[in-house]
Each structure stands twice: as structure tokens, then as C-alpha cells.
């Protein structure tokens, strides 16, 4: 990339500790090839080069670029016509979900995200039906888009090899269903074609074809206990180690799945990854809202992450994540907006506040709740440590890559912003996507006082609306009128699965089943 001057009203280079963030007034960054070479005083810099372009007016708070790092789709489930329900039963209804266009579908959150402010997205993928040869094909028009937008992704396909629908072998799931859906319901899992020898394949082959890119890289996702056989684990684990791989896997997102662990292992779903050899500090959790205390010091010890996703957490039912107690235990959290953020969008400075409030238990103890020091951390260098891309991004600082963002200082203030709260204390309680000014990614503007430069946003989705104002197809019916027989089956699946009673959190202060 050309090099360019980034000229600010204040600067946040970074966090120094949950109280203290890293600022700069009147502060300058200098990029080339989408690496930062100067950080300091914009007068100066400018000084010592006065031909480089400048980008911004000085009007602007300027900070890295946010990490989502639990992300999956484009359009969200409601708007596909999956309304929120308890997890357990939302799996059933997203069934429903249309045959999408995934360049186009990907686009759609790509610019949600880019636009309040993420440089770099964590995409898991969901299961995709079709052959191996089928699937990767799919999965390359996702990268694609991330390509064609400019924002880095780091981005892995969730392995599942048992239980694809309920914390049941599928068989068994089949035949426990009256005979009129039998048939219906082999017809679903065999659209899904990809055996585990297939499954791993496709990683090493995305890895080979990708890994070296500046903005993809790949990486691994056991998508969840239940979803995995202990052949898929131990495959995991050895494909992890062999390639230094990152793994970001969901796991005890409710309190079903804490009952499903004890009922595999005798033990947690911590415990149980453990005989594999999988927490480690490759290792990510995300959710982890029925993490017991003895799991949290596990995880610290080792090393590992835990992504918080706070909005998708509320929404589905699925409790308050233990975040006050990861913090008091010193493991590195990320910020994941996953599905959609409470507003059923990709607004990653609406997640942070979500965040911030969230966690506000009763007392006058300050280090006993979260900081914006602590958000800010947790969406920038905590995300990043949950990819490939490690220490190379989420702070503003020399050898690091030029991704950040530019707000309107004035649009935070406005009309009146009293001296005595700090311009970045007013930018995460404050700030919306209308202020975003510019978005960098690896040195170059993507995003620029409402338009995408790389991308026409009105064309593209006017072209997901189009290819989704077609009649369904055979395929999508069947899926529809199977998901809306299936839900009372399911409850009934779920009713007495676990004793509530057995499953109250450690902390205080959370919901309970």
C-alpha cells in the first residue's frame, strides 16, 4: 500500500492495564505497505514528511481496529425467519434458512462490521451440505468476499460428525420420530456428504491455498463437544499441534450442554478436551457460560482464550458468561457479536457496550466489573489473539499492520462533552457507525465517510435481494414444513434433561434453566 499520514484529535494506541488506556493527543500514525513505521506527535511526523499523504482532519479519535471473533453468517436468523429461542430449540428452527448466494450473503455482514469499525472478522462456519468438492466451493465465495471487501478473516469450518441436530446420534433421532418424518429427516442429514477423513482434508487444503495471504489465514474449529466424536477430537488435537493451529470451539454455551458433558465423560466438557490434549493456548473457548471455577483455572493455567458473546447469550437464553471471574483469573477474552448483536446487526460498538454493562454485579468495588480499558482490550488485541494473526495486529504500534479506524470527534461530543471525560471514555459509551469517518485495513482506506471503496454496497444488495426474491425451492419447503414438525419432538427430547438444580452457576446473579 501507498504510505499515508494518519492525522487525529486523539489517538489510542492501545491498553495498558484495565484502567489505563494508551492516548495521544493530537497524535499521528505513519504506514508503509500497510505497516506502521512512526507513531507520535502528527506535528512531527508531518514535519519529518511533508510529502506523504495525510489521511484525516484532525477532528477525528483514531484506534485499532476491532476484532469480532465469533462470527457466522450474513443475513441474521430473523431475518431468514428463525426467531430467538433457547438454543436447543433454535437449531431446529434454523432450518428454515433459504439456499443462499454466500459471496453476496458474506458481503451483507462484511459491511456492517467494516462499517462500525472491525478490521478483522473470526468466520466459523456452519455446517454446509453438499460434496467435499461442493463445499470448499462454498467456502471459497465466502473468502471471496472478504477478498473483495478488504478486511482480514481468519476463518475455519466447524467439524461435526455426530449429533448434527440434537445431543443425539442421529440415527436415533430418526427413529424416534413418527413414521411420515422419517424419510423427510434422512433427506436433511444426507444433504450433508463430507466425512471427517473429508473434513480435515478440506483444512489442509484451505491452509495450503490461503494461509499465506496478509488478510486469511485459516484455522481450525471443533465445533462443539456434542458435534464431535472422540476420533474427531483426537484428529483435532493432531492437526492443531502439527500445523500450530488455532482452534476456536463452542462449548458449554447452556446448561444442556454442561448436562451433555457430564453425561459423556462423568466430568465437564473442560475436563473431557483435557484427555485430548486440546486445552492449550491454541485453544479458544467460545461462550463459556457454564465454565466451573476448577475449568477457569484450567484454562488460565494453560493458556487458552474464551470468547464473550454477550448479545448472543441473552438473546438465546443461554445465561450470563462468568466474565467478572475470567478477568479475576487473568485469561485473555475476546469479543464475539456471533449470530447478530442485540440490535440484530453486526454493530461491534453496540457489542462493547453490551459488554460493559452486562457485568455491572451490586458494590462499590471498581475492579469487580468491567472497564472500558477492559472492552477495548478484549475487541482489539484479545480477538486477535484468538487467530493466526496473533500479536501482528490490535494495537497501534511500530511493526504492527495500519489497522484502525477514524471517528468523528465532534459526533461523540456534540452539542456539549464536558473536559473531564476522555475523548475514548465518550467514543465506547458514545459512538455509533454514523461516526465512523474511515475504516484502514492493512494500509488501505476501505471505508470512507459512508461509501466502500473497494465494493458497491447498494449493488450487492440489490442483488442478494433479487436472488432471494425467487420462489422457494422443493428443497427449502420440505425444510420448512420438517422444521415446524420436528420443534414439538425436540421439546419433548429436551423436557427432564437436566435437573436445574444440578446446574446453578457458581457465580451469582445469573439466570437459571
Request: charged share 25%; glycine share 8%.
Amino acid at each position: 500500500m501507498p504510505a499515508s499520514l494518519i492525522r487525529s484529535h486523539t489517538l489510542m494506541t492501545g491498553v495498558a492495564d484495565r484502567f489505563t488506556c494508551e492516548t495521544i493527543d493530537g497524535g499521528g500514525v505513519l504506514q508503509e505497505d500497510g505497516v506502521i513505521t512512526a507513531i507520535g506527535s502528527f506535528a512531527e511526523l508531518s514535519a519529518r514528511h511533508p510529502t506523504v499523504p495525510v489521511i484525516g482532519t484532525g477532528r477525528e479519535v483514531v484506534l485499532p481496529g476491532f476484532v469480532n471473533a465469533h462470527h457466522h453468517v450474513g443475513l441474521t436468523p430473523v431475518q431468514l425467519g428463525s426467531p430467538d429461542m433457547p438454543l436447543e430449540l433454535w437449531f431446529i428452527t434454523r432450518m428454515v434458512i433459504r439456499n443462499l448466494d454466500l459471496y453476496l450473503d458474506t458481503l451483507y455482514s462484511a459491511f456492517e462490521m467494516v462499517g462500525s469499525g472491525v478490521t478483522t472478522v473470526q468466520h466459523i462456519q456452519s455446517l454446509l451440505p453438499g460434496t467435499a468438492t461442493e463445499v470448499e466451493a462454498k467456502i471459497g465465495e465466502v473468502i471471496r468476499a472478504y477478498e473483495a471487501i478488504g478486511m482480514r478473516v481468519s476463518y475455519c469450518y466447524g467439524v461435526r460428525d455426530q449429533n448434527r441436530l440434537v445431543y443425539q446420534a442421529d440415527a436415533d433421532l430418526i427413529a424416534s420420530l413418527p413414521a411420515e418424518l422419517q424419510d423427510p429427516m434422512k433427506r436433511y442429514f444426507d444433504r450433508f456428504r463430507m466425512n471427517l477423513d473429508e473434513t480435515m482434508g478440506l483444512f489442509e487444503s484451505l491452509h495450503a491455498r490461503h494461509q499465506g495471504k496478509r488478510r486469511v489465514k485459516i484455522q481450525l474449529a471443533p465445533a462443539n463437544l456434542h458435534w464431535c466424536s472422540d476420533t474427531a477430537l483426537g484428529r483435532l488435537a493432531e492437526t492443531s499441534e502439527r500445523f500450530a493451529a488455532p482452534m476456536h470451539m463452542h462449548l458449554v454455551e447452556t446448561a444442556y450442554q454442561k448436562e451433555y458433558a457430564a453425561r459423556r465423560g462423568g466430568g465437564t466438557a473442560v475436563d473431557y478436551l483435557g484427555r485430548f490434549g486440546l486445552v492449550n493456548e491454541r485453544l479458544t473457548i467460545g461462550h463459556g457460560v457454564w465454565l466451573s471455577e476448577p475449568d477457569i483455572d484450567r484454562l488460565a493455567e494453560a493458556g487458552s482464550c474464551i470468547c464473550h458473546n454477550c448479545s448472543s447469550n441473552f438473546r438465546l437464553r443461554s445465561g450470563l458468561a462468568p466474565l467478572n471471574a475470567f478477568e479475576a483469573r487473568g485469561l485473555t477474552t475476546a469479543i464475539g457479536i456471533d449470530e447478530a448483536g442485540i440490535n440484530d446487526d453486526r454493530d461491534m460498538l453496540q457489542e462493547l457496550r453490551m459488554v460493559l454493562r452486562a457485568h455491572r454485579v451490586p458494590g462499590m468495588v471498581e475492579a469487580d466489573v468491567p472497564t472500558i480499558p477492559q472492552v477495548l482490550r478484549m475487541a482489539t488485541v484479545g480477538g486477535a489473539a484468538t487467530t493466526p494473526y496473533g500479536e501482528t495486529i490490535g494495537r497501534l504500534e511500530v511493526g504492527k499492520a495500519a489497522d484502525l479506524v477514524l471517528h468523528d470527534h465532534q459526533a461523540i461530543a456534540w452539542p456539549y462533552l464536558d473536559a473531564e471525560t476522555s475523548a475514548v471514555d465518550a467514543l465506547v459509551q458514545r459512538a455509533k457507525p454514523s461516526g465512523v469517518k474511515a475504516v484502514m485495513c492493512d494500509g488501505e482506506i476501505l471505508y470512507a465517510d459512508g461509501r466502500f471503496t473497494r465494493v458497491d454496497r447498494d449493488a450487492a444488495l440489490k442483488a442478494l435481494h433479487d436472488d432471494l426474491s425467487k420462489a422457494l425451492s422443493h428443497d427449502e419447503m420440505e425444510r420448512r414444513h420438517l422444521s415446524k414438525a420436528l420443534l414439538p419432538h425436540v421439546r419433548r427430547f429436551y423436557a427432564g434433561y437436566i435437573d436445574p438444580a444440578r446446574h446453578e452457576p457458581f457465580y451469582r446473579g445469573s439466570s437459571r434453566v
